[in-house]
């Protein structure tokens, strides 16, 4: 991969509306309520900028968003990080991007003070190659809560000590 063709942005965009919606949509992993919440706390930055409470980084290629993370510090926790989203848009996975975000993330979780960085996603099959990358990437799967999103859905909530 040639980073020189990519660029890391923390600030928010009105396009990244958009490129957001369409970066989840594409990778055929989420229901269109999930989408849907993606897009709002895009919207919320913008709306609310830090008070809102979710920090953003974005790759861009060409002026257009094409992986990003949305991440948070967890109320009444002196030291403990959400990652709420991370997403490559499939035309763009594999390609490294994603252990990009996710170190950038976790290095701006650091800067802002945090120790401990949690992740939660689903226990379904199809969720398995995201499962790997967190483990690829030393996140620690801490739990997992049967029947969580649907039944045969579970929650696996992984952990990254910062």
């Not at 991969?1 to 957001?20: A, G, H, L, P, Q």
């Not at 993606?38 to 913008?46: C, H, T």
């Not at 997403?87 to 991007?97: D, E, K, M, V």
């Amino acid at each position: 991969m040639d980073t020189k063709e990519y660029k890391i942005r923390y600030e928010v965009k009105i396009s990244d509306i958009e490129d957001v919606a369409e970066i989840i949509k594409s990778t055929d992993f989420f229901r269109i309520d999930e989408v849907d919440v993606a897009v709002e706390l895009v919207k919320e930055r913008l709306d609310k900028g830090v008070e809102s409470g979710y920090e953003f980084i974005f790759i861009e290629k060409d002026e257009k968003a094409i992986a990003y993370s949305c991440f948070g510090s967890i109320p009444c926790s002196l030291i403990s990080w959400d990652l709420y989203w991370i997403a490559t848009h499939q035309n763009y996975r594999n390609s490294g991007l994603g252990k990009i975000v996710l170190t950038e993330t976790e290095n701006q979780i650091r800067k802002l003070g945090g120790k401990a960085m949690y992740i939660e996603t689903s226990s379904k099959e199809k969720y398995l190659p995201t499962q790997k990358f967190y483990e690829k990437n030393n996140c620690e799967l801490k739990i997992c809560f049967d029947d969580f999103y649907d039944i045969g859905d579970g929650k696996l909530v992984y952990v990254k000590k910062l």
